[in-house]
């Protein structure tokens, strides 16, 4: 690696090389996306020929394979596909080691036919693609729920267009997998596409074909009675908010009053919390509530609570989208609904898009879970879920690997 970095630097003309460590800087950035990654990409590629069998998996913010990619990854190693991971960690600290990470990933993708990323990356973004190469994007969650990318670039939370034109983190897709036709549009919008007719494809999204495995769904009530003895045959209340402020310092919601919660539902409920992956310094559950509520961020996955939880109390993730297959009871806490709006917005009207009761307070929700059973609307949920994720059914996996089988013989290769 050191190797191929010296003959890159040795590439670069001489007024430029004294700022090529300096990848914190406007110069560092453009010297990276518009010169040392397409450079090294083309060195890479030079004399391979595409593997017609190989697959790369590229994580651009953990450390290993995360829920949104593992049912296709697994599968595309149990049909006999040369399968690998690239982790290139975007948010991790240490600028060189990051550098060093996206290069292992290029020459890796550089004779791949297949190229899955399930985030913005700009560095995928910025090479001259070579033929015969397919990138395919499959997100990370489903729906529309919370603006992000290009639909951001007037807000709080995103880059302003001129920085995201300048360098795309949605460029090379030859398709856009989606849980439902109704949210083409936003796709389009926040990738900054060109609305090319059959790039953005409802076929599903792979992750959810887990919630229609009955040995998924069963394993994973078995983890809840190890992890927390304590739940018995009580019902689940799962708790799972968004992360608050920018991605690098995301912090998560800590207004739910626990005791009030434990005092009125103990009885027959339990209260597990999960927070986003994102948020590093987690809100601490009283010791007096250990019987009732428990932390389970570290513990479980986010698609294993999804399938034992009974209810559902989120403010603006997307898994309300995964957790409307269920078609169970979802509460929205959504304390600092003004602010967020400000921040980050919505794709569609908060209000109307949310299938179950919005509250400000911990009393609102312990009132409306006491009086469930004549309050939860089912059919609302079903037509949210009928909307929104129409295209996921269990099956979402074999129409991606029809879809590359198409890419296969359409030899398609296009341009965000």
């Not at 990619?69 to 049909?79: G, K, T």
């Not at 989606?178 to 936003?186: D, F, N, T």
């Not at 269920?326 to 980050?344: Q, V």
Request: hydrophobic share 40%; charged share 30%.
């Amino acid at each position: 690696m050191k190797k191929i970095l010296k003959k890159i630097y040795d590439l670069l003309p001489g007024p430029v090389k004294k700022y090529y460590w300096r990848t914190r800087s406007k110069a560092g950035k453009m010297l990276m996306l518009r010169f040392i990654f397409p450079l090294a990409y083309a060195r890479y590629t030079k004399g391979k020929k595409i593997r017609r069998k190989k697959a790369v998996f590229v994580e651009v913010r953990h450390p290993k394979i995360t829920d949104s990619f593992r049912v296709l990854y697994d599968r595309l190693i149990a049909e006999g596909y040369e399968v690998s991971a690239q982790f290139i960690e975007n948010i991790k600290p240490g600028r060189k080691a990051f550098i060093a990470r996206c290069l292992k990933m290029l020459e890796d993708i550089a004779d791949a036919h297949y190229v899955f990323v399930n985030d913005s990356c700009n560095v995928t973004s910025c090479v001259r693609l070579r033929p015969g190469t397919m990138i395919i994007q499959t997100w990370h969650g489903c729906g529309a729920f919370k603006k992000w990318g290009m639909s951001t670039a007037e807000l709080i939370f995103g880059e302003d267009r001129k920085a995201q034109e300048k360098y795309p983190g949605y460029a090379n897709l030859s398709y856009v997998t989606v849980s439902s036709p109704e949210v083409i549009w936003a796709y389009e919008e926040a990738m900054n596409l060109k609305h090319e007719d059959g790039q953005v494809v409802p076929v599903g999204v792979s992750r959810t074909d887990v919630f229609f495995d009955q040995s998924f769904v069963s394993a994973a009530y078995e983890k809840v009675k190890q992890i927390f003895p304590a739940a018995g045959e009580k019902k689940i209340i799962l708790y799972a908010p968004t992360f608050r402020g920018r991605v690098a310092k995301a912090q998560s919601a800590d207004r739910m009053d626990i005791m009030a919660m434990k005092k009125a539902l103990g009885d027959k409920y339990i209260l597990l919390l999960k927070h986003h992956p994102l948020v590093k310094e987690l809100p601490v559950v009283p010791e007096e509530a250990a019987d009732f509520a428990m932390d389970v961020t570290k513990l479980m996955e986010i698609d294993e609570l999804l399938c034992v939880s009974d209810i559902c109390i989120s403010d603006y993730s997307s898994l309300i989208f995964e957790y409307s297959l269920f078609e169970r009871p979802m509460i929205f806490f959504a304390y600092d609904l003004d602010e967020y709006f400000d921040w980050r917005g919505f794709y569609y009207n908060y209000d109307e898009l949310t299938p179950g009761p919005v509250f400000t307070e911990t009393d609102e929700i312990i009132d409306y879970i006491e009086h469930i059973d004549e309050r939860f609307d089912r059919a609302e949920v079903h037509a949210f879920r009928q909307k929104f994720m129409s295209a996921c059914d269990g099956h979402a996996t074999d129409r991606i690997l029809e879809l590359m089988e198409k890419g296969q013989k359409d030899s398609r290769n296009r341009k965000g």
